[in-house]
């Protein structure tokens, strides 16, 4: 099936540091989501894209939905130990409405 | 509080014994789906149902079942488990009108197949 290529794999920062993370597709999408997963927990949505160029925030998140639509941004600003946990981006069609397709995700640890 | 349970939480269990994961949503979603996690592959769509009484295949449906006879229950089945099942399983579930606008998922199961 459609595969996301998301990157960073993992990172390890201290805390207060910025954080970057991206995903890319050969294919558009869409709607880009973003999503947190901590440990012993589902995936809980951080963040919902919906339009080429758009820029939105969540607190100290902020995502980009890439211009090109095959691609996703999600930037972490002065990180804090409870940021730890694994992202994970998803992407939609409107031609293919039943699923999301999701990317591996990127697992974040926070040196306090 | 809006929801989707699953049950168990952990489950152990022996090659071809069969078993049942059980998923129930208190949001009157019609939209509810079972996704596997895998590390290094992310999620994928087992099985997914639009409806009561409509389900359909997703990206790697071999080895399981689903059925949805009542809006809220969504339960996934393995008549008989194999150790490549071995996986953490979520429940997800959404408006049907909605599903571009994200799920709601449950906290997992952790299923090892021995």
Request: hydrophobic share 30%; aromatic share 12%; net charge positive.
């Amino acid at each position: 099936g459609q595969q996301l290529n998301q990157s960073p794999q993992s990172m390890f920062i201290q805390e207060g540091e910025d954080v970057s993370m991206n995903c890319t597709s050969s294919s558009i999408f869409n709607t880009w989501l973003w999503y947190k997963q901590e440990p012993g927990e589902g995936p809980v949505l951080l963040i919902a894209l919906y339009k080429a160029g758009e820029l939105t925030s969540n607190g100290r998140l902020t995502a980009q939905f890439g211009i090109t639509r095959k691609d996703s941004f999600l930037n972490i600003s002065a990180s804090i130990p409870s940021d730890v946990g694994i992202y994970f981006c998803a992407g939609h069609r409107l031609y293919n409405f039943n699923k999301f397709y999701f990317g591996s995700g990127t697992k974040l640890n926070v040196k306090p | 509080e809006a929801q989707v349970t699953q049950n168990p939480r952990y489950l152990i269990t022996v090659t071809g014994k069969k078993l049942t994961v059980t998923c129930s949503q208190n949001m009157n979603h019609e939209y509810m789906s079972w996704y596997r996690q895998d590390p290094g592959l992310g999620l994928r769509q087992i099985y997914y149902s639009m409806n009561v009484e409509v389900t359909d295949k997703g990206d790697v449906p071999e080895g399981y079942k689903v059925s949805r006879k009542e809006k809220r229950n969504f339960p996934l089945i393995l008549e008989s488990p194999s150790p490549n099942q071995t996986s953490l399983y979520f429940c997800a579930s959404s408006f049907a009108d909605r599903v571009n606008y994200g799920y709601t998922f449950g906290s997992g199961t952790r299923l090892t197949v021995v």
